[in-house]
Nanobody
Framework: QVQLVESGGGSVQAGGSLRLSCLASGGTLSNYDMGWFRQAPGKEREFVAVISWNGDRTYYADSVKGRFTISRHNAKNTVYLQMSSLKPEDTAVYYC???????????????WGQGTQATVSS
């Protein structure tokens, strides 16, 4: 059973940056593709980015492409999401997830963290 814990959220002004981290325990991170999702109040959870198990493939939602970067350090059992040029519409709870398919749907992932809040003010 893999446990995931996100950190790094906070409050920033538009144009600022945040770096989210996701630490895995109870399993070997390199066995999994890793995704980041987000959920704003009153909205469904949506895909943000995904990285393959060895880091050689990444894919981003159009809304964050060019502004966010996903990366991983398997030896540290950690996945990162570097968020730059943040906009108020990026405000959401951000979740990391582990799965055996590097997909873009919630159902592709078996393990989820508890989320970390990122708030961007205008």
């Amino acid at each position: 059973q893999v446990q995931l814990v996100e950190s790094g959220g906070g409050s920033v002004q538009a144009g600022g940056s945040l770096r989210l981290s996701c630490l895995a325990s109870g399993g070997t991170l390199s066995n999994y593709d890793m995704g980041w999702f987000r959920q704003a109040p009153g909205k469904e959870r949506e895909f943000v980015a995904v990285i393959s198990w060895n880091g050689d493939r990444t894919y981003y939602a159009d809304s964050v492409k060019g502004r966010f970067t996903i990366s991983r350090h398997n030896a540290k059992n950690t996945v990162y999401l570097q968020m730059s040029s943040l906009k108020p519409e990026d405000t959401a709870v951000y979740y990391c997830a582990a799965g055996l398919v590097d997909g873009i749907k919630v159902g592709h992932y078996q393990y989820w963290g508890q989320g970390t809040q990122a708030t961007v003010s205008s």
